[in-house]
Structure formats: C-alpha cells, structure tokens
C-alpha cells in the first residue's frame, strides 16, 4: 500500500472508483475492492432459452434461503421476478413522495403483481442519504457511488423483514450489451476518454494526476478498445457499489446474471440498430407476454433535485470558484461525496 492522496481524488472524480488497488487516501486506509466470480466458471448462454436456464439452475441452487430481491421498472429484475418463491418481499425505491419516476414504479407494482411478490417500498429522502453515508465511506476507506445509500437502505429493511439474501440484476447491462451509448460506434481514443470519465479532474482540482495512461493501456492506433476498457473499469466501479452497500450492512446478496457470460461476441450492430441487450429483450417477452418492453433508465436517485442550490466544495484540495452551472447532479455527488470523505479522515 502506499499514500497518494492526489491520485486518489483524480481517480475517483473520473472514475467514481480508485484504480489503482494499492493507493490510497492515508495511511492505514486500505480501500475495499470487489473480487469477481471467476470467468472460467461462468455459463456461456447465446440465446433467451439458455439464459432462463442458467436463471433457473442458480436460484434453485438458493433453494432453503429466504429470498428478497430489488425490483425496479426494468427488464433485468424484472425476469429475475420471474424466478422468486411466491410472496416474497420485492424492494422498490420510491422518491419524493412516489412524485419522481412514476412510471418506474407503476411497471415495478405490475411485475410483482404478476409474479405474485409482496412488493414494499423503500422511501428515500435526503436524510436517508446522510444518515447512510458515513457508514458506507468508513467500510469502503473511500468516498462511494450514490446508489449506496438507497441500497443500504433497502438492504436494512430486508434484514428486519428477515430475508436472507437479496437478489439484484445489476450485471446484466455489463455481460449482454446494456451500455448502449458506450457501445454506440467505433471510439477515437481522445474522444472516448472525454465521454467516459465523469469529471475531468484538471478542471476541478489544484493538484490533478493525468489518467490518460490508463486509457492508453487500451490503445489501437487512433482509436480505443473500449470494450475491454468496459469489461474492467466499468464493471469494477459498479460490482464494487453493490458490494459495499451490502456488506456494511451486513446482508448476503447474488446476482444471478454475473454468473453468465456471451457464448458469442456481442453483436454491436444488432445494438447499434436499438436492440441493445438484445437476448434479456427476448427473456422478457417470454416472462411477460402481455407487457410493453420498458425504457432503459439507471437506478433513479434525484440528485438534481439533492444539488440544486449546492455551492460546490470549499476544501483547499479544489479550485475556487468552480462553475457549479456546468455539472449534473450526478457529477455534483461525486464533488459532494468526496469533500465529505476527505472531511472525514481529516477531521
């Protein structure tokens, strides 16, 4: 291990991860890493069929646990619902009031109507968020992606309502070609790089480290192997938020797609025609007959809404006078998160 505060902050704004395993923020400061399932051991599927074969092997595998899952409007947990013991608890998010993402909500109580699950929200406010943060940033030694406090949230109930292990469905976007607008073309490497990190940390930091020579270990003359840059970086940052969010709180999880993999190359133009996530699109014709196939949103979390009227950080480590104006509200968390962390450690 050793001490690289500077990388460290470059690498989360970038990356809403650290790269680097061995760097981190202070000393005695390990931050925590996800450990994946080995590919060798992993399902090769190339058709819905295959896929509602492997789903059913792993669950009946679970068989003697009680199980809970996360259910929200999308294909991936959707098909997953299909699976569950009858009555069992599915766990919804609902904002403001059941006011942001209605329609996510409505397709989630339809899901569990059909499969007969009992489904309960999870309110989340932004005390929630804040009650959860510091727990999470002490378990991981580093700042954290802001899903984490909702599905810790989610992840407490649970564990009141006695389930054993939760179920999620959030590596079927990284196994069967979900990141349509990552895979939308052929990237230039220079390009690429502006369109995958978060924030680019010169803009933002006194003392930025340049990242590029990460990008470059993916270089193929003037363009980019962004999907092997996808299958580590990317995988990594999202598994790893899971993870975190459900071991400080203490409750087991699967997610059943990570068990599976491509027997065959995505086909990028099948995706790039708008058939991303082409065979999960074919499962959930088979699972629900009858229903509309749903638009891909990510985990909704009102972060804009959060941010609105935030000045930006104040600490020594960022430039001052940042032009708020130019970040979402999910760039604004990461800027957010990461002065609460440093706030923390340095206290």
């Excluded at 608890?89 to 059909?114: C, I, S, V, W």
């Excluded at 909704?300 to 509200?329: A, C, H, L, Q």
């Amino acid at each position: 291990m050793s001490v690289d505060k500077n990388y460290c902050l470059s690498s989360f704004l970038a990356f809403r991860y650290i790269y680097e395993n061995d760097k981190d923020f202070a000393v005695g400061l390990k931050h925590r890493t996800y450990t994946h399932h080995p590919d060798s051991k992993k399902t090769a599927v190339k058709s819905a069929l295959e896929i509602d074969n492997a789903l059913r092997k792993i669950f009946d595998s679970l068989n003697g646990k009680k199980l809970g899952m996360m259910l929200s409007g999308g294909m991936d947990s959707a098909i997953l619902a299909s699976y569950m013991p009858e009555g069992s608890n599915a766990y919804t998010f609902r904002f403001l009031g059941g006011k942001f993402g209605e329609e996510e909500l409505k397709r989630a109580e339809q899901y569990a109507k059909h499969y007969k699950l009992n489904l309960k929200y999870i309110d989340i406010s932004w005390d929630t968020v804040l009650k959860n943060l510091v727990p999470l940033m002490e378990h991981k030694n580093a700042p954290v992606h802001s899903i984490e406090p909702q599905i810790m949230e989610a992840a407490l109930q649970a564990k009141k309502d006695g389930v054993d292990m939760m179920v999620i469905g959030d590596a079927a976007d990284y196994v069967f070609g979900g990141m349509d607008g990552l895979l939308s073309k052929d990237w230039k490497f220079e390009e690429f790089y502006r369109r995958f990190i978060y924030i680019e940390p010169s803009e933002v930091l006194n003392d930025p480290v340049d990242l590029h020579y990460i990008f470059e270990k993916y270089r193929k003359g003037d363009y980019i192997d962004f999907l092997g840059m996808m299958d580590t970086i990317t995988i990594d940052e999202s598994y790893a938020s899971y993870e975190n969010a459900f071991s400080t709180s203490g409750l087991d999880y699967i997610d059943p797609y990570e068990f599976l993999k491509m027997a065959e190359p995505l086909d990028l133009k099948r995706i790039r025609s708008g058939d991303t996530k082409y065979l999960i699109r074919d499962l959930f014709r088979i699972k629900y007959p009858d229903f509309n196939l749903p638009n891909k949103i990510p985990m909704p979390r009102p972060v804009d809404e959060y941010f609105k009227n935030w000045k930006g950080p104040t600490r020594p480590e960022f430039k001052k006078d940042i032009d708020m104006s130019k970040f979402s509200g999910n760039q604004k968390w990461l800027l957010y998160c990461l002065e609460r962390f440093l706030n923390l450690i340095e206290k």
